[in-house]
């Protein structure tokens, strides 16, 4: 792209840590949608002539410089505290980006920029959800006080860190909202012969999965079609999924349950247009990436009541909140009888080259 022909006045060398995503892979979480979409559609971008941008990693797959990412291949062990910010001097990368939410000590001694990016609070609201909550705070309030500028993807966590941290300066905190555009291209009419309901994410504590099946459970005691599924589709954390699995409820009901650990964004998006709606009862979001996708795919969402949903309903008429099991589970039965699949994507505001270019002019401010 441009960094073959720029000159040493005006390349920002920016390096990047994308936490466990290794570019090509698979998604399989919020942190990597959010980076392997700003990847693609920073490679996507044309006519920006003054960035240089390094993607750390730390497997051993090699990847070729594109026009617009070098990649650099990095020890896993003290990645993030040692070998990452060593690497940046060297390579005389002036700006950080820390899209898991971490900053090195390191980064700040060898007086580098930082734009880190800050998902939720959900291990200071509910810690016993979180295998090491203590770690997570120290070192997201270091992230928060180090850093030059925090990222949010919602309203909700900026007025979080505001009203947590009022030492923090208003300025630092920019909101920009992630894209969900990312599956619309892959949408198709592919019919699916199966009737059932939706979950996207993560089985680990934090999601309520308990909640989730006693609502779904709920849902069949009350209807004639016995017959219909709850598929979840997400990796599991073993110790929760074994607790789960244990409960009266769960037992009751694992036979309408199918989980599946991998899709690929193709089959994501059939189980999207097929399913009756999209359930998801977490204690604690700070954007939730499947949420928006299957809403921005024009598809029923039903949710609990926490704050962030809120701030998203005024932008799509197919979310329904709810804050008790009987209307949860009247919202379910709703959806069932509302049999036609979406027929249209949503024009949304949440597009990822809208979050790009609002990044890039970030990133050109951390400069000045």
């Known amino acids: 792209m441009f960094y073959m022909t720029a000159t040493k006045q005006n390349i920002i060398r920016v390096g990047i840590d994308g936490g466990d995503f290794y570019p090509k892979d698979e998604v399989k979480s919020g942190i990597q949608r959010l980076v392997n979409s700003f990847l693609n559609s920073l490679s996507a971008k044309k006519g920006t002539q003054k960035k240089w941008f390094y993607y750390f990693f730390n497997d051993k797959k090699i990847f070729n410089t594109t026009e617009s990412i070098i990649y650099r291949n990095l020890p896993k062990r003290l990645f993030s ?21 971490i900053l090195s000590h390191l980064v700040r001694v060898f007086g580098k920029k930082s734009i880190v990016f800050i998902h939720d609070f959900g291990f200071y609201a509910n810690p016993q959800y979180y295998r090491d909550p203590e770690r997570m705070r120290w070192q997201t309030e270091y992230a928060l006080y180090g850093a030059d500028r925090i990222i949010v993807f919602s309203n909700y966590i ?9 030492k923090i300066l208003q300025s630092k905190i920019i909101r920009i909202y992630p894209g969900a555009d990312h599956l619309g291209k892959l949408k198709t009419t592919q019919p699916m012969k199966a009737k059932f309901f939706l979950y996207v994410g993560v089985i680990k ?20 079609s016995k017959n219909i599924k709850l598929i979840l589709i997400g990796s599991k954390e ?20 199918i989980f599946l650990n991998d899709v690929t964004d193709k089959e994501l998006v059939q189980y999207y247009l097929n399913c009756y709606a999209v359930l998801n009862v977490s204690h604690e979001e700070g954007f939730c990436y499947p949420v928006i996708e299957a809403l921005h795919l024009g598809q029923q969402v039903i949710v609990n009541d926490i704050p962030l949903y809120q701030e998203f309903k005024h932008f799509f008429q197919s979310l329904h909140i709810t804050n008790n099991r009987k209307s949860f589970v009247s919202f379910m039965q709703q959806a069932v009888k509302q049999i036609t699949p979406p027929s249209k994507t949503i024009k949304s505001s949440f597009v990822w080259n809208k979050f790009t270019e609002e990044l890039l002019q970030v990133i050109d401010k951390v400069t000045l």
Do not use: W
């Open 238 to 257: 073993g110790a929760y999924f074994k607790k789960i699995s244990q409960s009266h409820t769960y037992k009751k009901v694992c036979n309408n349950l």
């Open 81 to 101: 505290s040692i070998f990452l910010p060593f690497r940046m001097l060297l390579d005389r990368t002036g700006i950080y980006l820390g899209f898991s939410g």
């Open 205 to 224: 504590a934090a999601k309520n999965i308990e909640l989730l099946i006693e609502y779904f459970s709920e849902f069949l005691v009350q209807t004639d």
């Open 158 to 166: 900026r007025n979080q860190i505001s009203s947590r941290f009022p």
